[in-house]
C-alpha cells in the first residue's frame, strides 16, 4: 500500500459505506488487477490538473441487492452537476470496472452471496493544493 494519510482515509470512507449496506469489505490491494491498463490514461485532465492517480482493486462479499446498493453508494461520490462541474463527497473516485462472482466459501449461510471486485482510481490533490 503507498503510504500516506490519503489510504486510510480512503479505507475508512469504504468501510463505512459497506458497514451501512451491509456488507463486508474483504481487500483492498494497490494496483488496479487485470482492468489497472485503462486506469492509467481513465483521467488525463486529472493527472494535468496536478491530482495523483492511485489504483485499487476493492473486494466486498454480500447478496446480490446490498452489493448493488453499495456499488450505487460508491459511484454517488462523485455527481456531475447541472453546470457540467463535479461535486464529490469524500473521496474522488472513478471506477473501471465491476466483476461479480458466486462467493467460494463454504461456511454456513453463505448460500446465495457473492463476490464485488472493484477496479478503480482514487485522486488526491497534492498537500501545496489541500
Known amino acids: 500500500m503507498p503510504t500516506g494519510q490519503e489510504v486510510p482515509s480512503l479505507i475508512?470512507?469504504?468501510?463505512?459505506?459497506?458497514?451501512?449496506?451491509?456488507?463486508?469489505?474483504?481487500?483492498?490491494?494497490?494496483?488496479?488487477?487485470?482492468?489497472?491498463?485503462?486506469?492509467?490514461?481513465?483521467?488525463?485532465?486529472?493527472?494535468?490538473?496536478?491530482?495523483?492517480?492511485?489504483?485499487?482493486?476493492?473486494t466486498f462479499n454480500g447478496s446480490f441487492f446490498d452489493l448493488y446498493h453499495l456499488f450505487q453508494q460508491l459511484n454517488g461520490f462523485?455527481?456531475?452537476t447541472a453546470s457540467g462541474g463535479l461535486r464529490v463527497s469524500g473521496r474522488l473516485l472513478t471506477i473501471q470496472s465491476v466483476k461479480l462472482t458466486p462467493t467460494t466459501s463454504s461456511t454456513k449461510g453463505?448460500?446465495?452471496?457473492?463476490?464485488g471486485t472493484i477496479t478503480a482510481t482514487a485522486y488526491v490533490l497534492p498537500r501545496v493544493r489541500g
Do not use: C
Open 12 to 58: 475508512y470512507q469504504l468501510e463505512q459505506a459497506s458497514n451501512q449496506k451491509r456488507v463486508e469489505f474483504a481487500s483492498i490491494t494497490s494496483g488496479g488487477g487485470a482492468g489497472s491498463s485503462s486506469s492509467a490514461s481513465a483521467s488525463p485532465t486529472a493527472a494535468a490538473a496536478g491530482f495523483t492517480q492511485m489504483p485499487f482493486t476493492f
Open 78 to 80: 462523485t455527481l456531475r
Open 110 to 115: 453463505s448460500s446465495g452471496q457473492l463476490t
